[in-house]
DNA sequence: CAACCGCCCTGGGTGC
DNA sequence: TGCACCCAGGGCGGTT
């Protein structure tokens, strides 16, 4: 499940092999993950035939290749989404969605997505306070990656709004970047409950597990960021490289590092929240 | 406007 | 062996 650190793989792996060529062959073999493209996949593919692309630039989860006419080709992995760098003879992928072929020899882009959450979008950009980035992706926080990022603004924020910690990291319009794995990774080493809540935490603690999801979210990087040098690899950060390295995530059952309590699973915004009972108490009990 | 819920989508795994 | 069911979850549209 792409967060930032396997979507700036992705990007840097794009930025590798795509910078400078000319798209030529646009091919879109299922319409679903092109479904926010006004105009469907005819559409898609007039606006990128005939376009060079001039940078890879990314936002938390968002990745987006800017064109030579300052249109940008919108990436989101979503759950299963991946970008190969593949030779166009090579065999098709059971799951490839779209293909982007170049006016030269090399290799092409191929977008494999099974189940169909992410896609792409050719669309607009926009200028904000922090430059232009693509409409969609305007109302999209700073991740804790970017230069512009702003610690003490986050704390504000998010000490103002009226829910539970894991809501507020989940939100991609407060902070971007952290999905459910880096989010229970953060709540874990900083010691907090996914339900606490945000208007009670101090400073300092905001601080820290944002703190702790950059150095989480830096490993992983560190860990997947080599994978793409050699050419035709896959492009995609799936590769569980991290998996050794998580201490909460997908750990139910398992005794916690710090205390040997088992690690428990909850239901949480339809999904799954792993934590230790121990290190990391409800809000609730704290309060009795 | 803030908060929050349900839905989209597929295939691997599990239990009967 | 087959089938029903559960689960993974980011983002968006809709409701409260």
Redesign the pocket.
């Known amino acids: 499940?792409?967060?930032l650190p396997e979507v700036e793989v992705v990007r840097r792996g794009i930025a590798a092999h795509a910078l400078g060529r000319t798209l030529d062959r646009i091919v879109v073999h299922?319409p679903?993950p092109v479904?926010?493209q006004a105009g469907g996949a005819d559409e898609f593919a007039a606006r990128l035939r005939g376009r060079t692309i001039v940078e890879a630039r990314r936002r938390?989860?968002?990745l987006w290749l800017v064109l030579d006419d300052e249109q940008a080709l919108l990436v989101?992995l979503?759950?299963?989404g991946q970008v190969l760098v593949q030779p166009s003879e090579a065999p098709y992928e059971?799951?490839l969605r779209i293909e982007l072929g170049f006016n030269d020899s090399g290799p092409d882009l191929r977008f494999v997505d099974?189940?169909?959450?992410g896609g792409m979008t050719v669309v607009e950009q926009r200028p904000t306070v922090h430059g232009l980035v693509p409409d969609?992706v305007a109302?999209?926080a700073l991740d804790p990656l970017d230069e512009n990022f702003s610690l003490d603004e986050l704390a504000r924020r998010l000490r103002?709004?009226?829910?539970?910690i894991k809501?507020?990291l989940?939100?991609?319009t407060l902070i971007?970047g952290i999905?459910?794995?880096y989010?229970d990774e953060a709540l874990w080493q900083a010691r907090l409950h996914y339900d606490r809540p945000?208007?009670k935490l101090s400073r300092a603690k905001v601080f820290e597990v944002v703190e702790e999801a950059c150095t989480v979210m830096l490993g992983a990087l560190d860990q997947g960021g080599t994978s793409f040098d050699a050419l035709y690899v896959n492009v995609n950060g799936q590769s569980g490289y991290f998996d050794r390295r998580l201490r909460a995530?997908?750990q139910e059952g398992r005794p916690c590092e710090r205390c040997g309590t088992p690690i428990r699973?909850e239901?949480f915004?339809?999904?799954?929240s792993f934590f230790c009972p121990r290190c990391q108490p409800s809000p609730r009990v704290r309060r009795a």
């Not at 103002?160 to 539970?164: E, I, N």
């Not at 915004?269 to 799954?272: A, G, K, V």
């Open positions: 499940m792409p967060e299922h679903r479904r926010r938390g989860k968002f989101h979503g759950m299963s059971r799951h099974m189940r169909m959450f969609p109302h999209i103002a709004r009226h829910t539970g809501r507020a989940l939100d991609q971007s999905g459910n794995i989010a945000t208007e995530y997908g699973r239901h915004m339809n999904r799954s």
